[in-house]
């Protein structure tokens, strides 16, 4: 199984850098639903070529959402999310910029996650590190959240391969289209 994921990543980083297109983010942000909306947003700061949730962050926040990112506060720890208004930002233990621990720690409902590869019954490949996937078993052991891969729509595979500690989304937000995948609790 890892060397069929280590074959997927390298191969989806390169494709993911091809799909890449400047309207594509607006595009998916105007195709989510915002009855899907929760109070406390999950979005991402999108490294290597992700698609970037600021277009879909600014409309739930429009909507009345509150943002929240990601911080890494540990390598093998689970993700905390803290408010992304109005704090100074650090780089947290994986690297990357994030709130610092001024911000408010909140618990999101609602997860835009991002994706280096997925497929249509919610099986996601991220870049391997395992804070997702951490993190989401998390949330879910705490109540309930809905995650949502955010990717190009040329990231869909026909299978991800998955293993037991692999955590599912819930849907699928595209430049184009939404689609649930038939996974969610909530």
Do not use: C, N, W
């Given at each position: 199984?890892?060397?069929?994921?280590?074959?997927?990543?390298?191969?989806?980083?390169?494709?993911?850098?091809?799909?890449?297109?400047?309207?594509?983010?607006g595009e998916a942000a105007a195709r989510f639903p915002i009855e899907r909306l929760a109070p406390v947003v999950a979005v991402y700061?999108?490294?290597?070529?992700?698609?970037?949730?600021?277009?879909?962050?600014?409309?739930?926040?429009?909507?009345?959402?509150?943002?929240?990112?990601?911080?890494?506060?540990?390598?093998?720890?689970?993700?905390?999310?803290?408010?992304?208004?109005?704090?100074?930002?650090?780089?947290?233990?994986?690297?990357?910029?994030?709130?610092?621990?001024?911000?408010?720690?909140?618990?999101?409902?609602?997860?835009?996650?991002?994706?280096?590869?997925?497929?249509?019954?919610?099986?996601?490949?991220?870049?391997?590190?395992?804070?997702?996937?951490?993190?989401?078993?998390?949330?879910?052991?705490?109540?309930?959240?809905?995650?949502?891969?955010?990717?190009?729509?040329?990231?869909?595979?026909?299978?991800?391969?998955?293993?037991?500690?692999?955590?599912?989304?819930?849907a699928i937000l595209t430049e184009m289209g939404y689609r649930e995948t038939g996974k969610s609790g909530a």
């Amino acid at each position: 199984m890892t060397d069929a994921k280590a074959r997927l990543r390298r191969r989806m980083r390169a494709a993911r850098r091809a799909l890449a297109h400047p309207e594509a983010a607006g595009e998916a942000a105007a195709r989510f639903p915002i009855e899907r909306l929760a109070p406390v947003v999950a979005v991402y700061a999108p490294q290597g070529g992700e698609m970037d949730p600021g277009p879909l962050a600014r409309r739930l926040a429009a909507a009345g959402a509150r943002i929240v990112l990601p911080v890494a506060v540990a390598r093998d720890a689970p993700l905390i999310f803290r408010a992304a208004d109005g704090a100074a930002f650090a780089p947290d233990a994986a690297g990357i910029l994030a709130p610092g621990p001024e911000a408010a720690v909140l618990v999101p409902g609602l997860v835009v996650a991002p994706v280096l590869a997925l497929d249509a019954r919610g099986g996601r490949l991220g870049q391997g590190g395992g804070y997702y996937d951490r993190t989401l078993a998390a949330l879910r052991a705490g109540g309930r959240v809905f995650v949502v891969g955010l990717a190009f729509a040329g990231q869909e595979v026909d299978e991800v391969p998955t293993g037991p500690h692999d955590e599912r989304l819930d849907a699928i937000l595209t430049e184009m289209g939404y689609r649930e995948t038939g996974k969610s609790g909530a």
